[in-house]
């Protein structure tokens, strides 16, 4: 038996992945059962359960595979890291725009630790985009595709264009074509800027992407255009309006010109002006520009008509949605958890891969991965306020009819799902039918910005009526079009931008999600859903049963189905 743990941790969406003899046991980020949104601890709660899904002990793992090497880093900036030990050494302050160098080396200690953790296992440091790569060719299940990993760093790469092939089924084999290096990050202007207008980076650039659609970008496309310059390698950014991360002199990530052609810092509880949407706007056109270009340029290099791609900014929905729209690849493919927590089952994957001879198996098209619960409440009375009913009948045909009547209603049932979309698991369905249902999903359950939107699940057989996207999009991963048919009916779902980030799902990737779709066409005549995640703003989608019934108590939830228990309030 080869077990090899992979690891995502100590700097933000902490996760693990566990493979034996080649298949993919599971995987889970720890913000699902710690209840710590993006937290960057030791994925604890999620190395445990692995373990115990797979009865395993931790002197049973050979292998731990963690994403980042720290070495690597480390050897690219010597003179950062001859700094950061000298100020270590000396006990001074340490200079700004060394942090990253700090991760670099205290990552180098945690893998001490891990060895202690784990006393039989090597613990194996693989390149950040490697890992990316990997994860986001193994899932996609294509026998070859280019693969596009944008993000904001790994040690030095920002953007890695590289070829996948499968010669033997199972045993992908990835070649990097060509690198973009630090300080040229699309991932870490969209940072920038997402801190500049006030919301939190890494975790909030798809608020600004969403109020993006309601600015003019002409206001500030002048700017931008200079910002982040394509060019044949790739793209650039300009220093003097995005200080590079060694030379900053204080936590702000833009320059005095930049705040001084733009506006000033928005604070979090300042009203939201025409000019931070403009600012969206300009930023959000800007990337969907690199991000073709990117895309044209993994084409010429690898000739492939598939794209896979990863990484953080592939969660650009609306970017990944216009290289569908530009028709630059036949098909296009992002993994449920293209950010970094996803690494965890990249970078055990390429250790496998690496170090063992059996396929892997488990990673196509997976995105239901983590822990289940068979008994969900072991003691209701934490939530004296609520009433618990076990159905018996038809479930999927009882919550369209609640659905269809007006209620919203949160779903938990089987596995934990993979990335930053709930895709039926852990979700909050209504009907788009409902009048003013956007706005009071977005007042009284999820206690986010108005102009925030909702995306739309469809069974896949019938997303041509609606959707004219051209291909499956089973993870929620790309932003499409609509037509007149879904303008007429279902307007709540249409985003100012005149797009929609869907779902597609099938009876075998989701019965009950499908069955319930099915159940809602025959009630209704529309075969469409609104499904966002099963969270209140700032918390991680509900991976506990404990952490669903916190939601629908502290939400304007109606209800709540948790397995089978219908869960009402007094």
Not at 35 to 56: N, S
Request: positive net charge; aromatic residues 6%; contains cysteine.
């Amino acid at each position: 038996m080869k077990a090899i743990l992979g690891l995502c941790s100590y700097t933000h969406d902490s996760a693990a992945a566990l493979i034996v003899d080649g298949s993919l046991i599971g995987f889970v980020e720890e913000e699902r059962l710690c209840g710590v949104k993006h937290t960057k601890a030791y994925p604890e709660l999620a190395v445990m359960w692995l373990l115990k899904e797979a009865g395993l002990r931790p002197e049973d793992i050979d292998a731990v595979a963690y994403n980042f090497s720290a070495a690597r880093y480390l050897r690219a900036v010597p003179r950062s890291a001859a700094l950061l030990l000298s100020a270590e050494t000396r006990g001074r302050a340490l200079p700004r725009g060394l942090g990253f160098a700090t991760v670099a080396l205290r990552t180098m200690a945690r893998r001490r630790a891990l060895a202690e953790k784990f006393p039989r296992a090597r613990v194996r440091a693989l390149v950040h985009h490697r890992a990316h790569q990997t994860y986001a060719f193994a899932a996609s299940g294509f026998d070859e595709a280019a693969v596009l990993v944008v993000d904001s760093l790994g040690e030095t790469q920002t953007t890695t264009i590289a070829h996948g092939r499968t010669p033997i089924p199972g045993r992908p084999v990835l070649r990097t074509l060509h690198a973009v290096d630090d300080p040229a990050s699309l991932g870490y202007v969209y940072g920038a800027v997402t801190m500049h207008l006030g919301w939190r980076r890494g975790d909030e650039e798809g608020t600004v992407m969403a109020l993006a659609a309601l600015g003019d970008p002409a206001r500030f496309r002048p700017l931008f255009e200079h910002a982040v310059r394509t060019t044949r390698d790739g793209f650039a950014v300009a220093p003097e309006l995005f200080p590079p991360r060694t030379l900053r002199r204080s936590a702000a990530r833009v320059t005095p010109r930049f705040v001084a052609e733009t506006c000033p810092p928005r604070r979090p509880d300042e009203p939201i002006e025409q000019v931070h949407r403009d600012l969206a706007a300009a930023l959000q056109e800007r990337t969907e520009a690199v991000l073709l270009h990117l895309a044209r340029m993994a084409r010429r290099r690898t000739g492939s008509p598939r794209l896979c791609v990863g990484g953080g900014v592939a969660a650009n929905c609306v970017g990944i949605g216009r290289i569908v729209e530009e028709s630059v690849f036949d098909e296009v493919f992002v993994p449920p958890a293209p950010g970094d927590s996803g690494t965890a089952i990249g970078a055990a994957a390429a250790v496998h891969l690496a170090t063992a001879p059996q396929a892997l198996t488990g990673m196509e098209d997976a995105c239901y991965l983590g822990p289940s619960w068979k008994s969900p409440v072991a003691d209701w009375d934490r939530w004296p306020g609520l009433l618990a009913q076990r159905l018996t009948s038809d479930r999927a045909k009882f919550l369209a009819d609640q659905l269809a009547q007006g209620r919203i209603v949160g779903l938990f049932q089987g596995r934990v799902e993979a990335g930053p979309r709930a895709l039926g698991n852990r979700s909050i369905l209504a009907s788009p039918l409902s009048a003013g249902i956007a706005n009071r999903l977005n007042a009284a359950v999820k206690f986010r910005e108005p102009f925030r939107p909702f995306a739309p699940v469809i069974p896949e057989e019938r997303a041509a009526e609606y959707f004219p996207l051209g291909q499956p999009a089973p993870f929620m991963s790309m932003a499409s079009q609509v037509t007149a048919k879904a303008r007429e009916q279902i307007p709540a779902i249409v985003h100012a931008n005149g797009t929609a980030r869907v779902q597609t799902v099938r009876p075998d990737q989701n019965p009950l999600l499908h069955a319930v779709l099915d159940a809602f066409a025959q009630c209704t005549g529309v075969p469409v859903l609104i499904n966002t995640s099963l969270n209140i703003k700032g918390k991680p989608i509900c991976g506990t049963p404990e952490m669903a019934l916190d939601c629908l108590t502290g939400s304007g939830l109606d209800a709540l189905l948790l397995e089978d228990w219908w869960v009402t309030k007094r």
